[in-house]
């Protein structure tokens, strides 16, 4: 196969499993020649057989998830690549590929966060972002604003976890979307200095100095403000209470996360929260679908 004869190989690997037909790597190394030689309904079949055998690899399921890709099964693609994710986090090129299924889906958000929470990984630890032009393109396409009878307004907006976490792509001011940690457990939305500078955002300050606890568990002089505007993925809310500290990370809180109804899923070792938003949402923090 490391030629790149994928007939030899397709003839090569039929051969083999008929004498070891239990054999699962095989199986799935079938698939993978079939897969590259576009073959992808016989890949298919491969793919699934070694699935059932107990053959469970980052690549498998990645190869997997193309063959379902290129014959329109895009939601069964999308579901094998975040099992692809899941077993490594670092594989770019499913996660830039899944984030276009998930476009083409019309899950701009869920992408949009699938895309941001990486690249934020990256820049903590001093590295560019990856994936900044495939986020300005998807948030280019995205809509900002839909009428009210859209349908695409009532769709809950959905979040895979990842390292452990939850992350809801928030926007605040004129910041690209940024991916926030949801955060049940913190009282209020938090964000660090720079970011609510950068972001050029309107708000009010309520307190200028707040000794506050962090994740860390550390106690940090913090400033309470109010942020006017902040949008969580197709959703909008106002006046928002926020802690901005220089070591805040990006959290959204119960201040925020109480406006909706959360529900969570576990489906063949992917854990997903949904957010959908309350209905009767009191008018000094209002939440509309965009």
């Known amino acids: 196969m490391s030629e790149r004869n994928w007939e030899c190989a397709e003839s090569d690997w039929s051969q083999y499993i008929k004498l070891r037909p239990n054999d699962g790597r095989a199986i799935a190394n079938y698939g993978f020649a079939l897969h590259f030689d576009?073959?992808?309904?016989?890949?298919?079949?491969?793919?699934?057989?070694?699935?059932?055998?107990?053959?469970?690899?980052?690549?498998?399921?990645?190869?997997?998830?193309?063959?379902?890709?290129?014959?329109?099964?895009?939601?069964?693609?999308?579901?094998?690549?975040?099992?692809?994710?899941?077993?490594?986090?670092?594989?770019?090129?499913?996660?830039?590929?899944?984030?276009?299924?998930?476009?083409?889906?019309?899950?701009?958000?869920?992408?949009?966060?699938?895309?941001?929470?990486?690249?934020?990984?990256?820049?903590?630890?001093?590295?560019?972002?990856?994936?900044?032009?495939?986020?300005?393109?998807?948030?280019?396409?995205?809509?900002?604003?839909?009428?009210?009878?859209?349908?695409?307004?009532?769709?809950?907006?959905?979040?895979?976890e990842f390292n452990g976490h939850f992350f809801a792509p928030v926007r605040i001011g004129e910041s690209p979307v940024a991916a926030f940690v949801v955060d049940t457990g913190a009282s209020t939305v938090t964000l660090d200095d720079d970011f609510l500078v950068a972001s050029k955002a309107k708000y009010t300050i309520a307190r200028v100095h707040a000794p506050v606890k962090i994740a860390d568990g550390s106690v940090v002089d913090a400033k309470l403000v109010a942020i006017d505007h902040m949008e969580i993925g197709n959703y909008e809310l106002d006046d928002v209470p926020a802690v901005v500290c220089g070591t805040c990370a990006l959290l959204l809180g119960e201040n925020v996360l109480s406006h909706f109804d959360m529900s969570a899923t576990k489906v063949q070792g992917v854990n997903a929260l949904t957010l959908h938003p309350h209905t009767g949402i009191p008018d000094a923090t209002s939440v509309r679908g965009r």
């Open 38 to 160: 576009g073959n992808d309904q016989a890949a298919i079949r491969q793919f699934e057989t070694a699935i059932s055998q107990g053959e469970g690899t980052y690549d498998l399921f990645a190869a997997y998830a193309d063959s379902l890709a290129n014959i329109g099964r895009t939601k069964a693609a999308i579901d094998w690549s975040y099992k692809a994710l899941q077993l490594v986090p670092s594989l770019v090129d499913v996660r830039g590929n899944l984030a276009k299924l998930l476009v083409h889906q019309k899950k701009y958000y869920e992408a949009l966060a699938l895309l941001a929470e990486f690249d934020q990984h990256l820049e903590a630890e001093g590295h560019p972002p990856y994936f900044k032009g495939q986020r300005i393109a998807i948030e280019s396409t995205a809509p900002r604003r839909l009428p009210a009878n859209d349908d695409q307004q009532s769709d809950p907006l959905r979040m895979v």
